[in-house]
Nanobody, 125 residues
Framework: QVQLVESGGGSVQAGGSLRLSCAPS????????MAWFRQAPGKEREGVAT?????????WYADSVKGRFTVSRDNVKDAVYLQMNSLKPEDTGMYYC?????????????????WGQGTQVTVSS
């Protein structure tokens, strides 16, 4: 089964930036409904940003990251990216990319059936 592979996490100070990447482990049919989720210890997984194809590209964001994070995709590479600027300690967590086979699940993670292993983001104050 083709899996999603994330990269780009790390440790930064508050105010810093990171760029996360997500790509399939092998060539596969394009997945139109993609999203980034994050999970902090002891908390439920939450949606961060989604990008999907609907007469063009549509991007939605969680209120907590609007104006700081930007989601994008490269349809040639079938990759999805998350540019994170002005990072805050509360952005700390494991970040996952995920694919929704039919659309309509955002921001609820249970409808996404393909996940990466996650990449850790740690923001210190």
């Amino acid at each position: 089964q083709v899996q999603l592979v994330e990269s780009g996490g790390g440790s930064v100070q508050a105010g810093g930036s990171l760029r996360l990447s997500c790509a399939p482990s092998a060539a596969t049919a394009r997945r139109p409904y993609m999203a980034w989720f994050r999970q902090a210890p002891g908390k439920e997984r939450e949606g961060v940003a989604t990008i999907f194809i609907n007469n063009g590209l549509i991007m939605w964001y969680a209120d907590s990251v609007k104006g700081r994070f930007t989601v994008s995709r490269d349809n040639v590479k079938d990759a999805v990216y998350l540019q994170m600027n002005s990072l805050k300690p509360e952005d700390t967590g494991m970040y996952y990319c995920a694919a929704d086979p039919t659309g309509g699940s955002w921001p609820h993670f249970r409808g996404y059936n393909s996940w990466g292993q996650g990449t850790q983001v740690t923001v210190s104050s």
